[in-house]
């Protein structure tokens, strides 16, 4: 059986990027969702409250420790193993507005050398045969952050690919988001098909998100118009290795 490890920023980055996706990998591989930016700060104040305050949840709750109860319910639900990084998401390491989590990083941000030991011992603990990670559209700098170090540091043998970051993609179609670097810059552009079981349970999977899809999408309803629409009928991946193999895809052997 072939191991996925799919690299998520965030406690639901993954499910809504590619939530068919991992259903129907999770039918014949062993596939991992690790997330970076998941660990709880006790007594958020200013912007970092704020960003739990804006999901209708107050101040004395642990809103970390919430949300990652709903991602290992949303994995449940697709059959996929979770694994929690120990990293603080931006509005706790010097990101004051929500402006900021769209631009550069900070010269302050030094989270780079914990998130580098960390995705390489996820790969020295999985080996997997394939990485899917975000392409970074949209700019969030915990996104940046992910795609930068899992470039530069995670070991040439692993074929890297690459998947559009949802809302953000669809959301760019009618707002000034960009892609960081053009579809070009990824090489080879492919095609992940998906059956309409594997979406009825990827729209469950993102449901399981109780905080993130009133704020992220305005309720469920718009949430499974938005990410129906951004899916389509085949998911676009990207990847520049040259001779990544193949992946046993539901019996159909797909080039990744």
């Not at 930016?37 to 809103?63: H, I, M, R, W």
């Not at 109860?69 to 697709?78: A, M, N, P, Q, R």
């Not at 780079?112 to 970074?136: C, K, M």
């Not at 892609?179 to 998906?194: I, M, Q, Y």
Request: aromatic share 10%.
């Amino acid at each position: 059986m072939r191991t996925i490890l799919t690299l998520s920023p965030h406690l639901d980055d993954a499910v809504f990027s590619v939530g068919p996706l991992l259903a129907e990998l999770a039918a014949n591989a062993r596939l991992i969702v690790a997330t970076a930016f998941t660990k709880s700060v006790a007594n958020p104040e200013g912007f970092a409250l704020a960003c739990q305050l804006d999901k209708g949840l107050p101040a004395s709750v642990d809103y970390m420790e919430i949300r990652r109860k709903e991602d290992f319910g949303s994995l449940d639900i697709l059959g996929v193993e979770g694994v929690h990084g120990l990293f603080a998401e931006a509005p706790h390491r010097g990101y004051q507005a929500v402006k900021d989590l769209f631009g550069p990083i900070l010269p302050t941000d030094e989270i780079g050398a914990g998130l580098r030991e960390w995705l390489v011992g996820l790969t020295d603990s999985f080996n997997p045969d394939v990485i899917l990670l975000p392409f970074g559209i949209g700019n969030h700098v915990d996104h940046q952050w992910v795609r930068m170090v899992a470039e530069a540091s995670i070991p040439k043998r692993f074929p890297l690919v690459f998947f559009k970051d949802q809302p953000y993609a669809e959301k760019s179609r009618n707002t000034s988001i960009q892609n960081p670097a053009g579809d070009a810059s990824l090489g080879r552009r492919l095609h992940a098909p998906f059956t309409s079981v594997s979406l009825a349970w990827a729209l469950l999977a993102a449901e399981a998100y109780l905080t993130q899809v009133p704020f992220q999408f305005g309720g469920v309803q718009e949430m499974k118009r938005v990410l129906s629409s951004a899916w389509g009928k085949n998911l676009p991946l990207y990847t520049t290795a040259e001779n990544p193999g193949l992946i046993e895809f539901l019996g159909e052997p797909i080039p990744f």
